[in-house]
């Protein structure tokens, strides 16, 4: 058997090695070069130490940026995290951008362009950075920043439904996004009343949210400089989204488990929404995201509802490619082979869309190796199971052209 960190040998990984993988949710890298604190404070999703000398290159991915992101940028594995940095600054983020993206092989990008603290890279621009002469991005519109941007703009509560719906249905045409994302788990999680909110229940809500006066999520817009914006987290405000995105018709990205501190990570369980995802069946495309620790969970509503499908996203990278085939087991013990996607969920930096691919790919590889060397699937089965995770399930839920 194969070592899951080694590089491996056999049919599989080589199939998967060369793939052109569809990275179905990820935003642009920092179009800057980052101080080392920028840079540290980007691979982690808690609290960084610095007082106490230790880093965040302390932990799995840490190591996994020294072990497999290091030789790209001619350093020897595992170089330590000064030497790492020096040269990071010393090659310029284009080229270190270009470096990671070329290496992870990726075609495909759909890139969420709602979290924009940093100038970041437009689709069009993440594309354009590796030199992939058939890469191409697509843009996800995060409807919690249409309608934080209608409440800046200034809106009359009882207008807010249908001007926030008309909104988001500008946002999708303008940009041609192919999906719409939700943070619903960040704001409110999913304890949710599953139902539909009634035109006078949102209008009360908006209302209560518009008085409010609460803002929370600050936007660095170049040419503006910082601003505040109200922060969508009124429950039932949030329950309309849900139900917007669902009139939307287009599939709609959740965010679930793992994230930063902001999460409360007892309430944003994907099982919590089986009452919403039963009062949804047969409508639009559920995609959950990350998951970490709830792969099994999701695995389980991918398994049991036909609108749900799946990816492991950010966990991937930060249990490093030595753990991401435990984890890519766990996800695939009950699951439909079509319901399994890549992405990265790489944001800001590029290590992150080459290790997200590089961790996936090995992930992947070892473990349906194994099952053909062991007789229990067959190579061609392993073969599709591995173009169809990586590529063709995403292609069919986004209607692209594989
Ligand atoms: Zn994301």
């Given at each position: 058997?194969?070592?899951?960190a080694?590089?491996?040998?056999?049919?599989?990984?080589?199939?998967?090695?060369?793939?052109?993988?569809?990275?179905h949710?990820?935003h642009?890298v920092i179009?800057?070069d980052l101080?080392?604190?920028?840079?540290?404070?980007l691979?982690?999703?808690?609290d960084?130490?610095?007082?106490?000398?230790?880093t965040p290159?302390?932990s799995p991915?840490?190591i996994?940026?020294?072990?497999h992101?290091?030789?790209l940028l001619?350093l020897?594995?595992?170089?330590?995290?000064?030497?790492?940095l020096?040269?990071?600054?010393?090659?310029?983020?284009?080229?270190?951008?270009?470096?990671?993206?070329?290496?992870?092989?990726?075609d495909?990008f759909?890139?969420d362009t709602?979290?924009r603290p940093?100038?970041?890279t437009t689709?069009?621009?993440?594309?354009?950075?590796?030199?992939r002469?058939a890469a191409?991005?697509?843009e996800?519109?995060?409807?919690e920043?249409?309608?934080?941007?209608?409440?800046?703009?200034?809106?009359e509560?009882d207008?807010?439904?249908?001007l926030?719906?008309?909104?988001?249905r500008?946002?999708?045409?303008?940009?041609?996004?192919?999906?719409?994302?939700s943070?619903?788990?960040?704001r409110?999680g999913?304890?949710?009343d599953?139902?539909r909110?009634s035109?006078?229940?949102?209008?009360?809500?908006?209302?209560?949210?518009?008085?409010?006066?609460?803002?929370?999520?600050?936007?660095?817009?170049?040419?503006?400089?910082?601003?505040?914006r109200?922060r969508?987290?009124?429950?039932?405000?949030?329950?309309?989204?849900?139900?917007?995105?669902v009139?939307?018709?287009?599939?709609?990205?959740?965010?679930?488990g793992?994230g930063?501190?902001?999460?409360r990570?007892h309430?944003?369980?994907?099982?919590?929404?089986?009452?919403?995802?039963?009062?949804?069946?047969g409508?639009?495309?559920v995609l959950?995201?990350?998951?970490?620790?709830?792969?099994?969970?999701?695995?389980y509503?991918a398994?049991?509802f036909e609108q749900?499908?799946f990816?492991?996203?950010?966990t991937?990278?930060?249990?490093?490619?030595v753990?991401a085939?435990?984890?890519l087991e766990?996800?695939?013990?009950?699951?439909?082979?079509?319901?399994?996607?890549?992405?990265?969920?790489?944001?800001?930096?590029?290590?992150?869309?080459?290790l997200g691919a590089l961790?996936?790919r090995r992930g992947?590889?070892?473990?349906?190796q194994?099952r053909?060397d062991?007789d229990?699937l067959s190579?061609?089965?392993?073969l599709?199971?591995?173009?169809?995770?990586g590529r063709d399930?995403?292609?069919?839920v986004?209607?692209l052209?594989?």
């Amino acid at each position: 058997m194969n070592s899951p960190a080694a590089p491996a040998t056999g049919p599989v990984h080589e199939d998967l090695a060369r793939l052109s993988l569809v990275d179905h949710h990820c935003h642009g890298v920092i179009t800057a070069d980052l101080a080392p604190e920028t840079f540290q404070s980007l691979i982690t999703e808690g609290d960084v130490w610095p007082a106490s000398g230790i880093t965040p290159f302390d932990s799995p991915v840490g190591i996994a940026i020294r072990r497999h992101c290091a030789p790209l940028l001619d350093l020897p594995r595992h170089a330590p995290p000064t030497e790492y940095l020096a040269r990071r600054a010393e090659l310029g983020w284009r080229e270190v951008s270009r470096r990671f993206l070329a290496d992870a092989g990726t075609d495909v990008f759909c890139v969420d362009t709602g979290y924009r603290p940093d100038r970041l890279t437009t689709p069009a621009e993440l594309a354009a950075v590796a030199g992939r002469p058939a890469a191409v991005a697509y843009e996800v519109v995060r409807l919690e920043a249409v309608a934080e941007a209608l409440a800046a703009e200034g809106v009359e509560p009882d207008e807010y439904a249908s001007l926030f719906a008309d909104a988001a249905r500008e946002a999708i045409e303008e940009r041609g996004a192919v999906a719409v994302k939700s943070v619903a788990a960040y704001r409110t999680g999913f304890d949710l009343d599953p139902s539909r909110p009634s035109d006078a229940d949102v209008t009360e809500a908006a209302r209560r949210w518009l008085a409010s006066g609460r803002t929370g999520g600050t936007t660095a817009v170049a040419e503006e400089g910082p601003h505040t914006r109200p922060r969508l987290d009124e429950p039932v405000l949030v329950r309309h989204l849900l139900w917007t995105a669902v009139d939307l018709g287009l599939p709609l990205q959740l965010h679930t488990g793992f994230g930063d501190n902001d999460i409360r990570m007892h309430r944003v369980d994907p099982t919590r929404l089986t009452d919403w995802l039963h009062l949804t069946s047969g409508t639009i495309p559920v995609l959950l995201l990350h998951c970490w620790p709830y792969q099994r969970q999701a695995a389980y509503l991918a398994t049991v509802f036909e609108q749900v499908y799946f990816d492991l996203g950010l966990t991937l990278h930060h249990v490093g490619p030595v753990r991401a085939r435990a984890i890519l087991e766990e996800a695939l013990e009950i699951t439909p082979f079509r319901k399994l996607l890549h992405s990265s969920d790489a944001y800001g930096i590029a290590e992150f869309h080459h290790l997200g691919a590089l961790a996936f790919r090995r992930g992947l590889a070892g473990l349906l190796q194994d099952r053909v060397d062991a007789d229990e699937l067959s190579l061609p089965d392993a073969l599709r199971i591995a173009v169809w995770t990586g590529r063709d399930n995403a292609c069919r839920v986004y209607g692209l052209s594989p």
